[in-house]
């Protein structure tokens, strides 16, 4: 299974607080060995100043040498920056946590810090005081004071670069602490200001990979919020629809195809954690792009197969693409034991499995019209017993209960499903076939056009489906 683990793919794309959780995972599922996890462990924390933490991994990964006496000193000087910054940001927090500065502040920045320069005397100095005590907070490991400074210092200040960067240590605080409703809102706020092309970049970026060139820099700004917000999604009560609602968007699947096409496991996976409930529940109580996000997974995946596949999305390609029952089978085995192993999804195990047989039962009882149930419980992966049983509450469930009837005794099942009105086939095969021919003529008078009247763009949807 370790050829199949994003680990090392998905690090690049985290602030290293973030790889912390990362790595205890990885230490707990054996596929890589304890040694070196530990001492990839080390290397992240010696880099912080959580002092005593990186000293406790150095006696781990070095059990017979002392520990260096450069940690006393690095310790002493954090103790000492955390006294001096805290102090500087003292004034502001006083000013700022009075009730009648609270009530006096309005939504108007400019207007608040004149209003607290002329009352209180507080300078753009020490609000930004602020921002360094919540980021110095934040690599001493004390998470939920870094999200209130920061905070603070967002209300007041108005410089854009801070903000941004405030935001995105904001973020990383509320993953860390484990705030999933709040974390949501900054995700959301992070989203809609990288959207705007404001620059948006975290701090941990590499300077040596940042551009001047405003669509790269958003790409890249995109690709690390991509992978931040798995932190979120798969753990919000929401987020697996909301996570389809976001990654499906033309801009967000743009990204993923161009720089991050790992992503497609965990958008695949939320198609198929998502594929169950939005079957039962009805029409109406989703979104048409949560409804329809099986059939637009299948198609990305198809397309980008030659840079990603694993388990899972060559599972959805077997069952949707090829209908290879047997093949999809086997996929759905390792794929068990993938999500089994990863990070993000290990605790949707269960919920997968499930999910994933009620997919091919569907697919299944799609195409025949009479059903062994043993046959069925094989490709299932499950004993006659067990898919008896399975496939009885799924019926129940689901909205397939008006269309099959169990025969118990010949140990099979009837569907009995009436055939779609012809006026209902031909909207569904014309379906979006206006604005694919308005997409085509436009991407063709391209050449012709002149100077002075720039071409229409043709929308992300009608590339992807085209090229599927």
Same mark, same amino acid.
């Given at each position: 299974?370790?050829?199949?683990?994003?680990?090392? /793919?998905?690090?690049?794309?985290?602030?290293?607080?973030?790889?912390?959780?990362?790595?205890?995972?990885?230490?707990?599922?054996?596929?890589?060995?304890?040694?070196? *996890?530990?001492?990839?462990?080390?290397?992240?924390?010696?880099?912080?100043?959580?002092?005593?933490?990186?000293?406790?991994?150095?006696?781990?990964?070095?059990?017979?040498?002392?520990?260096?006496?450069?940690?006393?000193?690095?310790?002493?000087?954090?103790?000492?920056?955390?006294?001096?910054?805290?102090?500087?940001?003292?004034?502001?927090?006083?000013?700022?946590?009075?009730?009648?500065?609270?009530?006096?502040?309005?939504?108007?920045?400019?207007?608040?810090?004149?209003?607290?320069?002329?009352?209180?005397?507080?300078?753009?100095?020490?609000?930004?005081?602020?921002?360094?005590?919540?980021?110095?907070?934040?690599?001493?490991?004390?998470?939920?004071?870094?999200?209130?400074?920061?905070?603070?210092?967002?209300?007041?200040?108005?410089?854009?670069?801070?903000?941004?960067?405030?935001?995105?240590?904001?973020?990383?605080?509320?993953?860390?602490?484990?705030?999933?409703?709040?974390?949501?809102?900054?995700?959301?706020?992070?989203?809609?200001?990288?959207?705007?092309?404001?620059?948006?970049?975290?701090?941990?970026?590499?300077?040596?990979?940042?551009?001047?060139?405003?669509?790269?820099?958003?790409?890249?700004?995109?690709?690390?919020?991509?992978?931040?917000?798995?932190?979120?999604?798969?753990?919000?009560?929401?987020?697996?629809?909301?996570?389809?609602?976001?990654?499906?968007?033309?801009?967000?699947?743009?990204?993923?195809?161009?720089?991050?096409?790992?992503?497609?496991?965990?958008?695949?996976?939320?198609?198929?954690?998502?594929?169950?409930?939005?079957?039962?529940?009805?029409?109406?109580?989703?979104?048409?792009?949560?409804?329809?996000?099986?059939?637009?997974?299948?198609?990305?995946?198809?397309?980008?197969?030659?840079?990603?596949?694993?388990?899972?999305?060559?599972?959805?390609?077997?069952?949707?693409?090829?209908?290879?029952?047997?093949?999809?089978?086997?996929?759905?085995?390792?794929?068990?034991?993938?999500?089994?192993?990863?990070?993000?999804?290990?605790?949707?195990?269960?919920?997968?499995?499930?999910?994933?047989?009620?997919?091919?039962?569907?697919?299944?009882?799609?195409?025949?019209?009479?059903?062994?149930?043993?046959?069925?419980?094989?490709?299932?992966?499950?004993?006659?017993?067990?898919?008896?049983?399975?496939? *009885?509450?799924?019926?129940?469930?689901?909205?397939?209960?008006?269309?099959?009837?169990?025969?118990?005794?010949?140990?099979?099942?009837?569907?009995?499903?009436?055939?779609?009105?012809?006026?209902?086939?031909?909207?569904?095969?014309?379906?979006?076939?206006?604005?694919?021919?308005?997409?085509?003529?436009?991407?063709?008078?391209?050449?012709?056009?002149?100077?002075?009247?720039?071409?229409?763009?043709?929308?992300?949807?009608? /590339?992807?489906?085209?090229?599927?």
């Amino acid at each position: 299974m370790a050829e199949f683990d994003l680990t090392q /793919t998905i690090i690049p794309y985290c602030d290293r607080h973030l790889v912390f959780p990362l790595l205890a995972h990885l230490e707990q599922t054996d596929l890589f060995p304890v040694e070196q *996890v530990q001492a990839a462990q080390y290397e992240l924390a010696k880099g912080t100043n959580m002092v005593d933490y990186a000293v406790s991994l150095f006696q781990q990964v070095f059990p017979d040498k002392e520990v260096p006496p450069e940690f006393s000193a690095k310790r002493d000087n954090a103790v000492s920056t955390n006294e001096r910054l805290q102090e500087e940001a003292l004034t502001v927090l006083n000013v700022i946590e009075n009730p009648e500065v609270a009530q006096a502040l309005r939504q108007d920045k400019i207007q608040n810090l004149s209003y607290l320069k002329e009352h209180y005397n507080v300078t753009l100095e020490q609000i930004t005081a602020l921002y360094n005590f919540g980021q110095f907070q934040y690599t001493y490991g004390n998470y939920s004071g870094a999200a209130d400074y920061l905070y603070h210092f967002r209300v007041l200040s108005t410089d854009p670069d801070l903000n941004i960067s405030s935001h995105w240590g904001k973020l990383a605080s509320d993953i860390l602490t484990g705030k999933w409703d709040v974390a949501l809102e900054e995700l959301n706020t992070l989203r809609e200001a990288i959207d705007s092309r404001t620059p948006s970049l975290p701090p941990s970026f590499s300077a040596s990979a940042a551009t001047s060139d405003p669509a790269l820099m958003q790409l890249h700004s995109r690709t690390w919020l991509l992978h931040w917000s798995l932190f979120v999604y798969f753990n919000h009560p929401q987020g697996r629809t909301l996570l389809l609602e976001t990654f499906l968007t033309p801009t967000y699947l743009n990204t993923i195809q161009t720089s991050c096409p790992w992503i497609l496991r965990y958008l695949a996976t939320a198609a198929i954690l998502s594929r169950k409930a939005s079957s039962s529940s009805g029409a109406g109580a989703q979104s048409s792009r949560v409804r329809n996000a099986i059939k637009e997974v299948v198609k990305v995946i198809q397309t980008e197969e030659y840079q990603y596949q694993d388990p899972i999305t060559r599972f959805l390609k077997e069952l949707y693409g090829e209908f290879d029952f047997e093949a999809a089978q086997r996929e759905l085995t390792t794929a068990e034991k993938v999500v089994g192993n990863d990070f993000f999804l290990g605790d949707f195990r269960e919920e997968f499995l499930d999910n994933a047989r009620y997919l091919i039962s569907e697919a299944y009882c799609r195409i025949h019209q009479r059903i062994d149930i043993g046959d069925l419980s094989e490709r299932l992966n499950l004993s006659k017993d067990e898919g008896e049983k399975w496939i *009885v509450n799924l019926i129940r469930e689901t909205r397939m209960g008006a269309d099959a009837k169990i025969d118990l005794e010949k140990n099979v099942i009837s569907i009995n499903r009436p055939p779609l009105p012809i006026y209902q086939s031909v909207i569904e095969k014309t379906r979006g076939l206006a604005f694919r021919t308005q997409a085509l003529g436009a991407a063709m008078s391209r050449p012709n056009a002149s100077a002075a009247a720039p071409a229409v763009p043709v929308e992300q949807p009608a /590339t992807v489906e085209a090229r599927g």
